[in-house]
Protein backbone atom coordinates (compact mmCIF):
# COMPACT_ATOMS: atom_id res chain seq x y z
CA UNK A 1 0.00 0.00 0.00
CA UNK A 2 1.41 3.57 -0.73
CA UNK A 3 2.25 5.67 2.23
CA UNK A 4 1.34 9.12 1.20
CA UNK A 5 3.44 12.34 1.53
CA UNK A 6 2.30 15.37 2.83
CA UNK A 7 1.55 18.21 0.43
CA UNK A 8 4.24 20.88 1.42
CA UNK A 9 5.26 24.62 -0.30
CA UNK A 10 7.98 23.06 -2.60
CA UNK A 11 5.57 20.98 -4.34
CA UNK A 12 2.97 24.25 -4.91
CA UNK A 13 6.13 26.07 -6.81
CA UNK A 14 6.55 23.06 -8.68
CA UNK A 15 2.67 23.12 -9.51
CA UNK A 16 2.61 26.97 -10.05
CA UNK A 17 5.54 26.48 -12.61
CA UNK A 18 4.03 23.71 -14.72
CA UNK A 19 0.17 25.09 -14.88
CA UNK A 20 0.86 29.02 -13.74
CA UNK A 21 0.17 30.63 -10.43
CA UNK A 22 -3.92 31.63 -11.56
CA UNK A 23 -4.22 27.67 -11.58
CA UNK A 24 -2.97 26.55 -8.45
CA UNK A 25 -5.83 26.93 -5.93
CA UNK A 26 -5.39 26.97 -2.09
CA UNK A 27 -7.33 28.91 -0.51
CA UNK A 28 -10.58 27.28 1.68
CA UNK A 29 -13.40 28.51 -0.52
CA UNK A 30 -12.00 26.80 -3.57
CA UNK A 31 -10.79 23.86 -1.71
CA UNK A 32 -14.56 23.05 -0.26
CA UNK A 33 -15.97 23.87 -4.01
CA UNK A 34 -14.21 20.94 -4.86
CA UNK A 35 -14.66 18.92 -1.89
CA UNK A 36 -18.14 18.01 -2.87
CA UNK A 37 -20.06 16.87 -5.81
CA UNK A 38 -23.87 15.73 -6.39
CA UNK A 39 -23.21 12.54 -3.90
CA UNK A 40 -25.41 12.74 -0.91
CA UNK A 41 -23.92 15.02 1.73
CA UNK A 42 -20.22 13.83 1.10
CA UNK A 43 -17.55 16.23 2.04
CA UNK A 44 -13.87 15.34 1.79
CA UNK A 45 -11.28 18.59 1.44
CA UNK A 46 -8.00 18.33 -0.99
CA UNK A 47 -5.33 19.94 -0.44
CA UNK A 48 -4.76 21.83 -3.46
CA UNK A 49 -6.85 22.39 -6.94
CA UNK A 50 -4.82 22.19 -10.42
CA UNK A 51 -6.45 23.28 -13.39
CA UNK A 52 -4.30 22.43 -16.26
CA UNK A 53 -5.02 23.09 -19.19
CA UNK A 54 -2.67 20.67 -22.21
CA UNK A 55 -1.62 17.18 -22.33
CA UNK A 56 1.79 18.04 -21.49
CA UNK A 57 1.12 19.67 -18.60
CA UNK A 58 -1.18 17.01 -17.10
CA UNK A 59 2.05 14.55 -18.03
CA UNK A 60 4.21 16.58 -15.80
CA UNK A 61 1.76 16.70 -12.84
CA UNK A 62 1.09 12.97 -13.05
CA UNK A 63 5.13 12.52 -13.30
CA UNK A 64 5.40 14.79 -9.97
CA UNK A 65 2.74 13.53 -8.46
CA UNK A 66 3.58 9.77 -8.66
CA UNK A 67 7.56 10.51 -8.03
CA UNK A 68 6.16 12.35 -4.55
CA UNK A 69 3.75 9.86 -3.89
CA UNK A 70 1.03 12.75 -3.82
CA UNK A 71 -2.67 11.29 -4.43
CA UNK A 72 -4.73 13.01 -7.68
CA UNK A 73 -8.43 13.10 -7.95
CA UNK A 74 -9.01 13.94 -11.42
CA UNK A 75 -12.28 16.04 -11.42
CA UNK A 76 -14.74 16.98 -14.50
CA UNK A 77 -18.32 19.11 -13.45
CA UNK A 78 -18.55 17.78 -10.34
CA UNK A 79 -22.11 16.36 -11.47
CA UNK A 80 -21.44 12.79 -10.34
CA UNK A 81 -23.35 10.42 -8.02
CA UNK A 82 -21.45 7.91 -6.58
CA UNK A 83 -18.65 9.93 -5.38
CA UNK A 84 -15.89 8.87 -7.78
CA UNK A 85 -14.43 12.87 -7.63
CA UNK A 86 -14.22 12.87 -4.10
CA UNK A 87 -10.73 13.47 -3.00
CA UNK A 88 -10.98 10.90 0.05
CA UNK A 89 -7.43 11.03 0.42
CA UNK A 90 -6.68 14.83 0.15
CA UNK A 91 -4.03 15.79 -2.12
CA UNK A 92 -4.52 17.10 -5.76
CA UNK A 93 -7.67 17.36 -7.22
CA UNK A 94 -6.86 17.48 -10.97
CA UNK A 95 -9.96 19.93 -12.92
CA UNK A 96 -10.63 19.18 -16.23
CA UNK A 97 -12.64 22.12 -16.76
CA UNK A 98 -10.13 24.30 -18.74
CA UNK A 99 -10.10 21.56 -21.43
CA UNK A 100 -12.72 22.93 -23.13
CA UNK A 101 -12.10 23.03 -27.19
CA UNK A 102 -13.83 21.06 -30.16
CA UNK A 103 -11.09 20.66 -31.51
CA UNK A 104 -12.46 19.47 -34.83
CA UNK A 105 -16.27 18.54 -36.24
CA UNK A 106 -15.03 16.19 -38.89
CA UNK A 107 -18.46 16.16 -41.48
CA UNK A 108 -17.03 13.74 -44.07
CA UNK A 109 -16.38 10.82 -41.21
CA UNK A 110 -18.90 11.46 -38.80
CA UNK A 111 -16.61 12.16 -36.13
CA UNK A 112 -15.53 15.18 -33.22
CA UNK A 113 -12.46 15.47 -31.53
CA UNK A 114 -13.28 17.39 -28.31
CA UNK A 115 -11.31 18.04 -25.33
CA UNK A 116 -12.86 16.47 -21.68
CA UNK A 117 -13.85 19.40 -20.52
CA UNK A 118 -16.61 20.36 -22.88
CA UNK A 119 -19.97 20.73 -21.99
CA UNK A 120 -22.14 18.02 -23.22
CA UNK A 121 -24.75 20.03 -24.13
CA UNK A 122 -22.52 22.40 -25.99
CA UNK A 123 -21.32 19.68 -28.05
CA UNK A 124 -24.39 18.54 -29.04
CA UNK A 125 -25.43 21.51 -29.92
CA UNK A 126 -22.59 22.46 -32.11
CA UNK A 127 -22.83 19.49 -34.02
CA UNK A 128 -26.06 19.49 -34.65
CA UNK A 129 -25.86 22.98 -36.32
CA UNK A 130 -24.13 20.56 -39.14
CA UNK A 131 -26.83 18.05 -38.99
CA UNK A 132 -25.51 15.62 -36.78
CA UNK A 133 -26.03 13.98 -33.69
CA UNK A 134 -24.29 12.94 -30.75
CA UNK A 135 -26.83 11.10 -28.61
CA UNK A 136 -25.66 10.37 -24.91
CA UNK A 137 -27.66 12.87 -22.91
CA UNK A 138 -27.39 12.77 -19.15
CA UNK A 139 -29.89 14.78 -16.74
CA UNK A 140 -27.07 17.06 -16.19
CA UNK A 141 -25.97 17.28 -19.69
CA UNK A 142 -26.07 21.27 -18.99
CA UNK A 143 -23.27 21.66 -16.63
CA UNK A 144 -21.58 17.60 -17.01
CA UNK A 145 -18.29 17.30 -19.10
CA UNK A 146 -17.69 14.50 -21.68
CA UNK A 147 -14.77 13.73 -19.52
CA UNK A 148 -16.72 12.75 -16.89
CA UNK A 149 -19.26 10.82 -19.06
CA UNK A 150 -16.29 9.18 -20.58
CA UNK A 151 -15.64 8.18 -16.92
CA UNK A 152 -19.36 6.94 -16.04
CA UNK A 153 -20.05 5.30 -19.65
CA UNK A 154 -23.10 8.11 -18.70
CA UNK A 155 -26.18 6.90 -20.86
CA UNK A 156 -29.54 9.13 -20.64
CA UNK A 157 -32.55 9.10 -21.77
CA UNK A 158 -31.54 8.29 -25.66
CA UNK A 159 -29.59 5.27 -24.64
CA UNK A 160 -32.62 3.03 -25.45
CA UNK A 161 -32.36 3.75 -28.93
CA UNK A 162 -29.04 5.02 -29.56
CA UNK A 163 -26.88 2.94 -26.74
CA UNK A 164 -24.90 5.01 -24.37
CA UNK A 165 -20.88 6.79 -24.07
CA UNK A 166 -18.98 3.64 -24.73
CA UNK A 167 -20.70 3.41 -28.23
CA UNK A 168 -19.86 6.66 -29.51
CA UNK A 169 -16.12 6.61 -27.93
CA UNK A 170 -13.48 5.68 -30.91
CA UNK A 171 -10.36 6.59 -29.26
CA UNK A 172 -8.78 8.19 -26.51
CA UNK A 173 -5.70 10.61 -25.60
CA UNK A 174 -4.86 9.34 -22.12
CA UNK A 175 -1.99 10.13 -19.49
CA UNK A 176 -1.20 7.59 -17.19
CA UNK A 177 -0.25 7.86 -14.19
CA UNK A 178 3.56 7.97 -14.71
CA UNK A 179 2.67 10.25 -17.09
CA UNK A 180 3.34 8.89 -20.08
CA UNK A 181 0.72 9.37 -23.19
CA UNK A 182 -0.97 6.83 -25.48
CA UNK A 183 -3.87 6.79 -27.91
CA UNK A 184 -6.25 3.62 -26.92
CA UNK A 185 -7.23 3.01 -30.55
CA UNK A 186 -7.78 4.52 -33.83
CA UNK A 187 -10.32 6.94 -35.73
CA UNK A 188 -12.00 4.02 -37.35
CA UNK A 189 -15.67 2.11 -36.79
CA UNK A 190 -13.98 -1.08 -37.19
CA UNK A 191 -10.98 -2.12 -34.65
CA UNK A 192 -9.70 -6.20 -34.08
CA UNK A 193 -5.85 -5.03 -33.25
CA UNK A 194 -4.90 -6.28 -29.74
CA UNK A 195 -6.94 -5.86 -26.40
CA UNK A 196 -9.71 -2.74 -26.32
CA UNK A 197 -8.18 -0.43 -24.18
CA UNK A 198 -10.30 2.37 -25.21
CA UNK A 199 -13.53 0.23 -23.87
CA UNK A 200 -11.30 -0.27 -20.89
CA UNK A 201 -10.78 3.59 -19.97
CA UNK A 202 -14.54 4.00 -20.94
CA UNK A 203 -16.16 3.63 -17.63
CA UNK A 204 -13.17 3.19 -15.17
CA UNK A 205 -14.04 6.26 -13.33
CA UNK A 206 -10.86 7.99 -13.67
CA UNK A 207 -8.26 4.99 -11.99
CA UNK A 208 -6.88 4.08 -14.99
CA UNK A 209 -5.34 7.59 -16.84
CA UNK A 210 -6.69 10.97 -17.91
CA UNK A 211 -8.20 11.66 -20.65
CA UNK A 212 -7.10 14.51 -22.36
CA UNK A 213 -8.47 13.86 -25.73
CA UNK A 214 -11.54 12.36 -27.22
CA UNK A 215 -12.91 11.16 -30.87
CA UNK A 216 -16.62 10.17 -31.37
CA UNK A 217 -18.53 9.13 -34.00
CA UNK A 218 -21.81 10.73 -34.90
CA UNK A 219 -24.62 10.19 -36.55
CA UNK A 220 -27.14 11.99 -38.84
CA UNK A 221 -29.84 13.78 -36.89
CA UNK A 222 -33.17 12.79 -37.05
CA UNK A 223 -35.80 15.20 -38.37
CA UNK A 224 -38.55 15.16 -36.32
CA UNK A 225 -39.74 13.48 -33.02
CA UNK A 226 -42.97 13.09 -31.28
CA UNK A 227 -43.65 12.91 -27.37
CA UNK A 228 -46.32 11.97 -25.00
CA UNK A 229 -47.02 11.51 -21.32
CA UNK A 230 -48.98 8.35 -20.01
CA UNK A 231 -50.77 7.92 -16.81
CA UNK A 232 -51.30 4.72 -15.39
CA UNK A 233 -53.19 3.73 -12.20
CA UNK A 234 -50.38 0.91 -11.22
CA UNK A 235 -46.83 1.71 -11.23
CA UNK A 236 -46.37 -1.75 -11.97
CA UNK A 237 -48.64 -1.53 -14.75
CA UNK A 238 -46.60 1.34 -15.84
CA UNK A 239 -43.61 -1.12 -15.63
CA UNK A 240 -44.96 -4.04 -17.93
CA UNK A 241 -46.03 -2.11 -20.01
CA UNK A 242 -42.35 -1.17 -21.33
CA UNK A 243 -41.28 -4.89 -22.22
CA UNK A 244 -45.06 -4.90 -23.94
CA UNK A 245 -44.12 -2.19 -25.87
CA UNK A 246 -40.66 -3.18 -27.49
CA UNK A 247 -42.68 -7.17 -27.93
CA UNK A 248 -45.09 -5.27 -29.80
CA UNK A 249 -42.07 -4.24 -32.15
CA UNK A 250 -41.75 -0.69 -31.18
CA UNK A 251 -38.14 1.32 -30.03
CA UNK A 252 -38.56 4.50 -28.44
CA UNK A 253 -36.13 7.17 -28.68
CA UNK A 254 -36.69 7.28 -24.76
CA UNK A 255 -38.92 5.88 -22.96
CA UNK A 256 -38.54 6.98 -19.45
CA UNK A 257 -40.45 6.34 -15.82
CA UNK A 258 -41.54 8.00 -13.05
CA UNK A 259 -43.92 7.20 -10.40
CA UNK A 260 -46.47 9.92 -8.39
CA UNK A 261 -44.13 11.27 -5.88
CA UNK A 262 -41.38 11.89 -8.45
CA UNK A 263 -43.38 13.49 -10.60
CA UNK A 264 -45.54 15.46 -8.10
CA UNK A 265 -42.38 17.01 -6.44
CA UNK A 266 -40.91 18.00 -9.79
CA UNK A 267 -43.66 19.88 -10.51
CA UNK A 268 -44.28 21.63 -7.30
CA UNK A 269 -40.26 22.40 -7.37
CA UNK A 270 -39.98 23.87 -10.96
CA UNK A 271 -43.91 25.67 -10.45
CA UNK A 272 -45.34 24.19 -13.45
CA UNK A 273 -48.86 23.41 -14.25
CA UNK A 274 -48.18 21.52 -17.97
CA UNK A 275 -49.08 17.83 -15.85
CA UNK A 276 -52.25 17.50 -13.70
CA UNK A 277 -51.86 14.41 -11.55
CA UNK A 278 -55.09 13.10 -11.64
CA UNK A 279 -56.12 11.19 -8.43
CA UNK A 280 -55.53 7.36 -8.48
CA UNK A 281 -52.38 7.48 -10.79
CA UNK A 282 -49.19 5.98 -9.59
CA UNK A 283 -46.83 6.56 -12.22
CA UNK A 284 -46.53 8.09 -15.78
CA UNK A 285 -44.22 6.83 -18.57
CA UNK A 286 -42.62 9.90 -21.31
CA UNK A 287 -42.66 8.51 -24.38
CA UNK A 288 -40.88 9.53 -27.55
CA UNK A 289 -40.28 8.62 -31.17
CA UNK A 290 -38.19 10.29 -33.71
CA UNK A 291 -37.20 10.23 -37.40
CA UNK A 292 -37.59 11.30 -40.72
CA UNK A 293 -40.65 10.41 -41.63
CA UNK A 294 -43.91 12.06 -39.77
CA UNK A 295 -46.12 9.64 -41.23
CA UNK A 296 -44.61 6.50 -39.95
CA UNK A 297 -44.17 8.37 -36.03
CA UNK A 298 -47.63 8.95 -35.90
CA UNK A 299 -48.41 5.14 -36.90
CA UNK A 300 -45.88 4.27 -34.14
CA UNK A 301 -47.21 6.89 -31.98
CA UNK A 302 -50.93 5.04 -32.30
CA UNK A 303 -49.33 1.51 -32.02
CA UNK A 304 -47.58 2.55 -28.69
CA UNK A 305 -50.97 4.24 -27.39
CA UNK A 306 -52.85 1.17 -28.05
CA UNK A 307 -50.43 -1.00 -26.15
CA UNK A 308 -50.39 0.83 -23.55
CA UNK A 309 -53.89 0.92 -23.34
CA UNK A 310 -53.76 -2.95 -22.11
CA UNK A 311 -52.46 -1.63 -18.85
CA UNK A 312 -54.96 0.23 -17.39
CA UNK A 313 -53.43 3.85 -18.39
CA UNK A 314 -55.37 7.36 -17.91
CA UNK A 315 -56.08 10.24 -20.50
CA UNK A 316 -52.84 10.50 -22.93
CA UNK A 317 -51.58 13.84 -22.83
CA UNK A 318 -49.58 14.08 -26.37
CA UNK A 319 -47.24 17.01 -26.65
CA UNK A 320 -48.55 19.65 -28.96
CA UNK A 321 -45.47 21.65 -29.75
CA UNK A 322 -42.22 22.19 -29.46
CA UNK A 323 -42.75 23.94 -26.16
CA UNK A 324 -44.90 21.18 -24.50
CA UNK A 325 -42.36 18.72 -25.41
CA UNK A 326 -39.83 21.23 -23.50
CA UNK A 327 -41.63 21.54 -20.61
CA UNK A 328 -42.66 17.98 -20.04
CA UNK A 329 -38.79 17.11 -20.75
CA UNK A 330 -37.69 19.52 -18.27
CA UNK A 331 -40.31 17.78 -15.22
CA UNK A 332 -38.08 14.46 -15.90
CA UNK A 333 -34.94 16.22 -16.53
CA UNK A 334 -34.98 18.08 -12.84
CA UNK A 335 -36.49 15.34 -10.78
CA UNK A 336 -33.12 14.84 -9.37
CA UNK A 337 -33.06 18.06 -8.18
CA UNK A 338 -36.43 18.12 -7.17
CA UNK A 339 -36.06 14.89 -4.85
CA UNK A 340 -32.67 16.45 -3.37
CA UNK A 341 -34.42 19.92 -2.72
CA UNK A 342 -37.20 17.61 -1.09
CA UNK A 343 -34.93 15.86 1.83
CA UNK A 344 -31.36 14.42 2.39
CA UNK A 345 -31.22 11.19 -0.08
CA UNK A 346 -29.42 7.97 -1.31
CA UNK A 347 -29.80 7.20 -4.69
CA UNK A 348 -29.00 4.01 -5.69
CA UNK A 349 -28.56 3.54 -9.83
CA UNK A 350 -29.90 -0.33 -10.26
CA UNK A 351 -30.35 -1.49 -13.84
CA UNK A 352 -32.07 -4.98 -14.65
CA UNK A 353 -33.60 -7.01 -18.09
CA UNK A 354 -36.49 -4.49 -19.09
CA UNK A 355 -38.97 -7.26 -18.37
CA UNK A 356 -38.00 -7.73 -15.00
CA UNK A 357 -39.00 -3.64 -13.74
CA UNK A 358 -42.35 -4.44 -12.14
CA UNK A 359 -40.46 -7.23 -10.20
CA UNK A 360 -37.91 -4.94 -8.91
CA UNK A 361 -40.11 -1.82 -8.02
CA UNK A 362 -41.99 -4.13 -6.37
CA UNK A 363 -39.00 -5.64 -4.79
CA UNK A 364 -37.70 -2.01 -3.54
CA UNK A 365 -41.13 -1.11 -1.90
CA UNK A 366 -41.35 -4.24 -0.32
CA UNK A 367 -38.27 -4.19 1.10
CA UNK A 368 -38.50 -0.34 2.27
CA UNK A 369 -41.73 -1.21 4.38
CA UNK A 370 -39.35 -4.18 6.36
CA UNK A 371 -36.48 -1.39 6.88
CA UNK A 372 -38.96 1.30 7.09
CA UNK A 373 -38.01 3.54 4.67
CA UNK A 374 -39.79 5.55 1.44
CA UNK A 375 -38.52 5.52 -2.25
CA UNK A 376 -39.32 8.13 -4.86
CA UNK A 377 -38.43 5.99 -8.05
CA UNK A 378 -37.95 6.97 -11.89
CA UNK A 379 -35.83 6.40 -14.65
CA UNK A 380 -34.64 5.17 -17.80
CA UNK A 381 -37.52 2.35 -17.48
CA UNK A 382 -36.61 1.39 -21.80
CA UNK A 383 -33.19 0.16 -20.07
CA UNK A 384 -34.62 -1.30 -17.45
CA UNK A 385 -32.98 1.38 -15.86
CA UNK A 386 -34.48 2.34 -12.24
CA UNK A 387 -33.23 5.09 -10.02
CA UNK A 388 -34.38 4.25 -6.15
CA UNK A 389 -34.28 7.12 -4.61
CA UNK A 390 -34.46 6.22 -0.82
CA UNK A 391 -35.60 9.05 1.48
CA UNK A 392 -34.08 10.06 4.78
CA UNK A 393 -37.44 11.77 6.51
CA UNK A 394 -37.76 11.05 9.97
CA UNK A 395 -34.90 7.72 9.75
CA UNK A 396 -32.81 8.03 13.06
CA UNK A 397 -29.33 8.30 12.63
CA UNK A 398 -29.12 4.23 13.60
CA UNK A 399 -30.96 3.95 11.15
CA UNK A 400 -29.87 5.80 8.24
CA UNK A 401 -26.19 5.15 8.90
CA UNK A 402 -27.02 1.54 10.06
CA UNK A 403 -29.68 -0.49 9.37
CA UNK A 404 -30.37 1.35 5.95
CA UNK A 405 -26.84 -0.20 4.58
CA UNK A 406 -28.99 -4.35 5.16
CA UNK A 407 -31.90 -3.08 3.23
CA UNK A 408 -29.97 -1.54 0.17
CA UNK A 409 -27.70 -5.16 -0.26
CA UNK A 410 -31.43 -7.06 -0.06
CA UNK A 411 -31.79 -4.39 -2.79
CA UNK A 412 -29.05 -5.28 -5.08
CA UNK A 413 -29.34 -9.10 -4.19
CA UNK A 414 -32.55 -8.77 -5.23
CA UNK A 415 -31.27 -6.80 -8.67
CA UNK A 416 -28.83 -9.90 -8.78
CA UNK A 417 -31.10 -12.76 -8.73
CA UNK A 418 -33.15 -10.64 -11.58
CA UNK A 419 -30.57 -10.57 -14.00
CA UNK A 420 -29.55 -6.77 -13.60
CA UNK A 421 -26.62 -5.17 -11.16
CA UNK A 422 -25.67 -2.22 -8.99
CA UNK A 423 -25.45 0.59 -11.67
CA UNK A 424 -26.28 1.05 -14.75
CA UNK A 425 -24.82 4.58 -15.75
CA UNK A 426 -23.44 6.38 -12.34
CA UNK A 427 -20.70 4.19 -11.38
CA UNK A 428 -19.59 3.07 -7.70
CA UNK A 429 -17.16 5.93 -7.27
CA UNK A 430 -16.98 5.58 -3.20
CA UNK A 431 -20.30 5.17 -2.10
CA UNK A 432 -21.07 1.64 -4.02
CA UNK A 433 -18.03 -0.22 -3.48
CA UNK A 434 -18.63 -2.12 -0.43
CA UNK A 435 -21.51 -4.15 -2.23
CA UNK A 436 -19.31 -4.79 -5.43
CA UNK A 437 -19.29 -8.34 -3.71
CA UNK A 438 -22.99 -9.23 -3.75
CA UNK A 439 -22.15 -9.07 -8.04
CA UNK A 440 -18.58 -10.27 -8.30
CA UNK A 441 -16.53 -13.33 -7.08
CA UNK A 442 -13.26 -12.75 -5.23
CA UNK A 443 -11.39 -13.78 -8.81
CA UNK A 444 -13.66 -11.02 -11.04
CA UNK A 445 -12.62 -8.49 -8.35
CA UNK A 446 -9.32 -9.81 -8.19
CA UNK A 447 -8.61 -9.46 -12.25
CA UNK A 448 -9.69 -5.88 -12.02
CA UNK A 449 -7.46 -4.98 -8.98
CA UNK A 450 -4.61 -6.49 -11.17
CA UNK A 451 -6.13 -4.23 -13.91
CA UNK A 452 -5.48 -1.66 -12.08
CA UNK A 453 -1.65 -2.48 -10.64
CA UNK A 454 -0.89 -2.58 -14.29
CA UNK A 455 -2.05 1.21 -15.30
CA UNK A 456 -1.29 2.24 -11.76
CA UNK A 457 1.53 0.60 -9.74
CA UNK A 458 2.00 3.02 -7.04
CA UNK A 459 -1.89 3.56 -6.32
CA UNK A 460 -1.77 7.42 -6.63
CA UNK A 461 -4.88 7.68 -8.89
CA UNK A 462 -8.09 8.15 -7.85
CA UNK A 463 -7.34 5.45 -5.05
CA UNK A 464 -10.47 3.84 -3.25
CA UNK A 465 -12.83 4.14 -6.04
CA UNK A 466 -14.42 0.88 -6.80
CA UNK A 467 -12.85 -1.28 -4.46
CA UNK A 468 -9.98 -0.56 -1.40
Known sequence: ???????????????????????????????????????????????VVLKPNTTEQVSSIMQLCQQESLPVTPRGG???????????????????????????????????????????????????????????????RGSCLIGGNIAENSGGPKAVKYGVVKDYVLNLEVVLPSGAVIWTGANVLKNSTGYNLTQLVVGSEGTLGIVTKIVLRLIPSPKYDLLMLVPFRSAENACAAVSAIFRAGYTPSALEFMERDALEWV??????????????????LLIEVDGNYTEVLMQEMEGIAAVVAEFDCGDILFAEDHQQKEELWKLRRR??????????YK????????????????????????????????????????????????????QWNGTLKTGIREIFELVKELGGT?????????????????????????????????FDPSNILNRGKIFD
Request: hydrophobic share 35%.
Open 267 to 284: TRYVDSSTVKIEEGIQAH
Open 347 to 398: EEDTVVPRAELPALLKGVKDIGKKYGFHSVCYGHAGDGNLHVNIIRGELSEE
Open 335 to 344: VAEAVKANSV
Open 1 to 47: MTNFSKLDARHLDLFRDIVGAANVLTDEEALHRYAHDETEDLHYLPE
Open 78 to 140: GTGLSGGALPQWGGVVLSMERFNKIIAIDERNLQVTVEPGVITEVLQNAVREKGLFYPPDPSS
Open 422 to 454: ISGEHGIGLVQKSYMDVIFDDQHLQIMKQIKQV
